[in-house]
């Protein structure tokens, strides 16, 4: 599952195909059918850091992408900090 937190105003060209039942951006993921099990943010911004609180308060395991780090975050509990 892929959430794409892409800042104030998603961007979806019209060149790329989106999976609407598993990519969303800010505006589309509280459409989201069900919960993952995992997810991807994409972006690190307030928007993104947002939505991976939210999710994984929710039990979603989520990866924080920024491209300001150039690499991925695993979004830690002290529950996943215990089974590691």
């Known amino acids: ?4 937190a892409t800042g104030s105003v998603p961007a979806r060209p ?6 609407d ?4 951006d800010s ?5 989201m059918k069900r919960l993952p099990k995992s997810m991807v943010v994409v972006g690190g911004g307030v928007i993104g850091s947002e939505y991976a609180c ?3 308060a929710l039990g979603v ?3 924080l ?3 300001r ?11 996943s900090a215990r089974s590691s």
């Open 14 to 19: 019209k060149s790329i195909p989106f999976n």
């Open 69 to 79: 780090a150039g690499r991925s975050i695993r979004c830690w509990t002290r529950r």
């Open 1 to 4: 599952m892929i959430l794409l």
């Open 54 to 56: 939210l999710f994984q």
């Open 61 to 63: 395991r989520v990866y």
């Open 27 to 31: 505006t589309t993921v509280l459409e």
């Open 21 to 24: 039942e598993s990519v969303f």
């Open 65 to 67: 992408s920024t491209p």
